[in-house]
């Protein structure tokens, strides 16, 4: 087993090499290695320290395993500390990503160099606590309090550039960590250049903190982790090193015991759980290097542009060559976007939109497509004609994908000779911005085509969760669900508007009905008419005062008034004075007095919802875990990334409440608040949803 940290003495300077794969994170037996290691420099007489990390990258910042763990000395604020401390000259050379615990021990040496690549950060904010081995104190005291604030409360990735202008790194060279490091070293000592503990740096200038206080708190949305941290700069102003470092450590425990830690943390480790399926390990994947996209309207676009980000070359095809023109100039138009924010050059633009992108209007071009994805109209019999013909044309081994929101993948898969091949790969719109994609497995779909879905989605750095046949696969379903709950709250009393505010508090970025209005009230209209339809089950509740919205043409931002009225802009939007009386009429119709709903309850109603259908989708092996289900909400629908998830938060509330809460509901309206199987054995055997997480992961 290599030590956590490698010594080697080069001359009168020691080399403390981290080897912890795989991002150096400074877990326990790294901290022991950085104190030993230190000390052993010290005996052995050497003038100087060099600090750098084997492999990827400098330390990306504490364990966040051992987090919740009994502490074990040394901790690392002692460890940076001990090292600032040292008689010793100490130089960190950096590489990779020097977050968290790793920037705060790098500040805590007297020197720093970083290769052009390197990128820096504090982003223990996003994790749901704070920088707590010293940054609140020594960062502002090097960049100065504005810049301070700026990274710690945002948790953003700093390019080596920008940091050595801030004052952070203090020489920028190419090469290898530990050259150019021994390089720097050797530099300083000729030059004789003083030790510089930063904690003997003078306090920087306050700023208003109350102002920074006020404003972060209201962009974190109901996350606290950014606005506590605004309190330890502000102490870094106006106390003595220790004692600032005191207030800090306060404040982070503060933090470290709160639900948003925890589900932050959740968040973090299932964002990277959910691509992991033991199904897929070891499973080939197929070639993925020219794929087809047919349809190219705003979801084949998006996806079009998406493909092209990721370097893959694209024929795009339509029914006429004016509709390709018009999706070539959708696709070009995203990627302006895209150029707009840099992250791609002009020549880069000409390259994506003239040589990767190629458009047609014959099947036949599809022939040679590795993977061919359609996003046609959303009719079963449409789908069914596209994959007739794409199984008559594309090459053996091809992978034909659709991208529809709920048909039955089972029911277009069966239309071809090679059902294996087939798959849904859901996108949700803008399909080059949202990060969600749902990946549909069929009953044929062969697990290499699985791999292949989820290669893709990497490849298109999206966060990809297995899904199986349903109508609405995951999310759509929940989401089906919980607006019906909310449509169930407003006949017996509440206001959309209210339901918005409420949920809005809890964290989302939109409520329920200006999510509609934003997606268009047609889409609901359409399913509301196609489950009706399909025939309603006699005990579901129905109420027809949204489709009268939708018959008086309001179909929400798109036409200018849905819910809201958007006359004065989207960010304006005041109530629509034709909703409520709607609504008044319906609940007439149905016999309903209206009654009062607290925000709690509607909270507690919308999410008890969520969480029940959430646990009848595991329970049915609809989606792998309820991490699966935690992450498609994040990503695809808005839920608040600091309570981690439904599933999450419903662990945190306690699920035998809320199972008695769905049970007592079940009495008014037994068909809606069917209490999901799953749920109930869980609460029975006195186990939660982590547990299941837990259970699949061993
Ligand atoms: N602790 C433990 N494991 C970590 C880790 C960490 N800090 N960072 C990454 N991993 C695991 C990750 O779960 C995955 O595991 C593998 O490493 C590769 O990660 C006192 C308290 C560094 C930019 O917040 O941002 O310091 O899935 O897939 O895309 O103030 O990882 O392979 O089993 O993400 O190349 C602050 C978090 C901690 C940095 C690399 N530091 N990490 O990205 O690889 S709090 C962070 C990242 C702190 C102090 C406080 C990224 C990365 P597995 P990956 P990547």
Redesign the pocket.
Same mark, same amino acid.
């Given at each position: 087993m290599t030590d956590a940290i490698g010594y080697e003495l080069d001359g009168d300077i020691a080399i403390l090499k981290a080897q912890n794969p795989?991002?150096n994170?400074? =877990?326990h037996a790294v901290r022991v290695g950085l104190v030993n290691g230190l000390e052993r420099a010290e005996r052995d007489g050497a003038k100087a320290v060099l600090i750098y990390g084997d492999g990827?990258?400098y330390?990306? =910042?504490?364990?966040? %395993?051992?987090?919740g763990q009994a502490p074990r000395e040394p901790g690392? $604020?002692e460890v940076c500390d001990r090292i600032e401390a040292s008689p010793l000259l100490v130089v960190s050379a950096m590489h =990779?990503?020097a977050?968290?615990?790793?920037?705060?021990l790098a500040l805590s040496t007297h020197y720093r160099i970083a290769v052009p690549s390197a990128?820096v950060?504090? $982003?223990?904010v996003?994790?749901g606590?704070? $920088? =707590?081995?010293?940054?609140t104190q020594r960062l502002p005291r090097v960049a100065g309090v504005e810049a301070a604030l700026d990274l710690i409360t945002t948790?953003r990735?700093v390019r080596a550039d920008e940091a050595m202008k801030l004052g952070i790194i203090d020489r920028i060279e190419a090469g290898e960590p530990r050259e150019i490091g021994m390089a720097y070293v050797r530099d300083l000592l000729d030059a004789n250049a003083p030790r510089r503990p930063v904690s003997e740096m003078p306090s920087p200038e306050p700023v208003d903190f109350d102002a920074v206080y006020d404003a972060v708190l209201k962009k974190g949305r109901g996350q606290i982790s950014p606005a506590t941290a605004v309190r330890a700069v502000q102490a870094a102003t106006e106390l003595p090193f220790e004692q600032g470092i005191a207030r800090e450590r306060e404040l982070?425990m503060e933090l470290m015991n709160t639900d948003q830690r925890l589900g932050l943390i959740h968040a973090?480790?299932s964002e %990277?759980?959910v691509g992991?399926l033991p199904e897929l390990k070891g499973v080939e994947t197929r070639p993925l290097n020219a794929i087809g996209v047919i349809g190219g309207g705003t979801m084949g676009a998006g996806i079009a542009t998406a493909a092209l980000l990721s370097g893959l070359s694209v024929t795009m095809l339509e029914m006429s060559p004016e509709a390709a023109e018009a999706a070539k100039g959708r696709i070009s138009g995203n990627l302006q976007g895209a150029l707009k924010r840099g992250k791609i050059n002009r020549e880069k633009f000409e390259t994506l939109t003239e040589k990767a992108l190629s458009l047609a209007t014959d099947y036949a071009a599809l022939k040679d497509a590795d993977l061919v994805i359609e996003a046609v109209f959303e009719e079963m019999e449409v789908k069914k004609k596209v994959f007739t013909q794409l199984d008559a044309v594309c090459k053996p081994g091809a992978v034909l994908a659709t991208n529809t929101s709920y048909l039955d993948v089972n029911e277009i898969a069966a239309v071809t000779s090679r059902p294996a091949d087939v798959i849904g790969l859901h996108f949700f719109s803008p399909a080059h911005v949202m990060k969600l994609l749902e990946i549909v497995v069929a009953d044929k779909t062969s697990p290499d085509v699985v791999a292949t879905g989820f290669a893709l989605g990497k490849r298109l750095r999206k966060i990809s969760v297995r899904a199986g046949v349903c109508d609405g696969f995951i999310g759509n379903r929940i989401l089906s669900t919980y607006r019906t709950c909310a449509d169930h709250m407003i006949l017996d009393g509440a206001s959309p508007y209210q339901i918005d505010a409420a949920l809005e508090a809890f964290g989302f970025a939109m409520g329920p009905f200006a999510v509609a209005d934003l997606a268009g009230l047609d889409i609901g209209y359409a399913v509301r008419k196609r489950k009706r339809a399909e025939g309603l089950d006699p005990r579901a509740r129905d109420s027809s005062y949204a489709d009268k919205l939708c018959e008086d043409g309001h179909f929400g931002q798109k036409t200018g008034k849905g819910y809201y009225d958007y006359g004065a802009g989207p960010k304006a939007r005041v109530p629509n004075p034709d909703v409520l009386p709607l609504i008044a009429a319906e609940r007439a119709a149905q016999g309903i007095t209206p009654r009062e709903f607290s925000d709690e309850e509607i909270v507690r109603r919308y999410m008890a919802s969520m969480v029940n259908e959430a646990a009848k989708v595991v329970g049915e092996g609809i989606a792998r875990r309820p991490l699966d289900v935690d992450m498609t909400l994040l990503f695809g629908y808005g839920f608040p990334r600091y309570r981690g998830g439904p599933l999450k938060w419903a662990d945190l509330e306690g699920l035998s409440d809320l199972l008695a809460d769905i049970r007592s509901w079940a009495e008014e309206d037994p068909y809606f608040w069917q209490p999901a199987p799953l749920l109930e054995e869980l609460v029975a055997e006195g186990r939660n949803f982590d547990d299941l997480n837990k259970e699949a992961a061993s």
């Open positions: 795989p991002v994170a400074l =877990g990827s990258t330390f990306a =910042g504490a364990d966040i %395993r051992e987090f690392l $604020p =990779g990503t977050l968290g615990g790793g920037l705060e990128k950060g504090l $982003p223990e996003l994790l606590i704070l $920088p =707590g081995a010293g940054g948790g990735h982070f973090f480790f %990277r759980a992991k």
